[in-house]
């Protein structure tokens, strides 16, 4: 059976989710080991950015899924391609800034998330070039 186009997205999608979940828990896990995993002048507060960085990259995903179960339409097909470029590229970028100073666990999560993210963004350019039915 050939997995098509909506599913192997949605798939994608979970599978970054997963690997962001993953990479929090990665810094956090470090705790166990004695280190201190405190940002510098840490003030007990969470700043809204990361608040921003959880939705963006936890709780939309979510939604990009909901959209592909709910509608087929050729702008949500355009505007997921877009938007899976955006995630692509921001996996990029973190990669980048990751090997200024790589980890043997941060590294390779970091190059899976770029990779699962090339495979979204080429199916996501796929079903969009495709059809519909």
Same mark, same amino acid.
């Given at each position: *059976?050939? #997995?098509? =186009?909506?599913?192997?997205?949605?798939?994608?999608?979970?599978?970054? !989710?997963?690997?962001? *979940?993953?990479?929090?828990?990665?810094? !956090?896990?470090? #705790?166990? &080991?004695?280190?201190?995993?405190?940002?510098?002048?840490?003030?007990?507060?969470?700043?809204?950015?990361?608040?921003? #960085?959880?939705? $963006?990259? &936890?709780?939309?995903?979510? !939604?990009? #899924?909901?959209?592909?179960?709910? &509608?087929? =339409?050729? @702008?949500?097909?355009?505007?997921?391609? $877009?938007?899976?470029?955006? &995630?692509?590229? =921001?996996?990029? *970028?973190?990669?980048?800034?990751?090997?200024?100073?790589?980890?043997?666990?941060? %590294?390779? @999560? @970091?190059?899976?998330?770029?990779?699962?993210? %090339?495979?979204? %963004?080429?199916?996501?350019?796929?079903?969009?070039? %495709?059809?519909?039915?």
């Amino acid at each position: *059976m050939r #997995i098509q =186009s909506p599913l192997k997205c949605i798939i994608y999608w979970l599978l970054l !989710v997963i690997i962001m *979940m993953l990479h929090f828990n990665y810094h !956090v896990g470090e #705790i166990f &080991y004695g280190i201190d995993v405190a940002r510098e002048n840490a003030d007990g507060i969470v700043p809204v950015g990361t608040h921003v #960085i959880r939705n $963006i990259f &936890y709780h939309l995903p979510v !939604v990009w #899924i909901i959209v592909l179960l709910s &509608y087929q =339409s050729n @702008l949500v097909r355009v505007g997921l391609f $877009i938007i899976s470029v955006v &995630y692509w590229m =921001s996996h990029l *970028m973190h990669l980048v800034k990751d090997l200024a100073n790589p980890g043997f666990s941060q %590294t390779p @999560l @970091l190059l899976l998330a770029l990779f699962i993210s %090339t495979l979204l %963004t080429l199916e996501h350019y796929k079903y969009w070039k %495709t059809k519909s039915s």
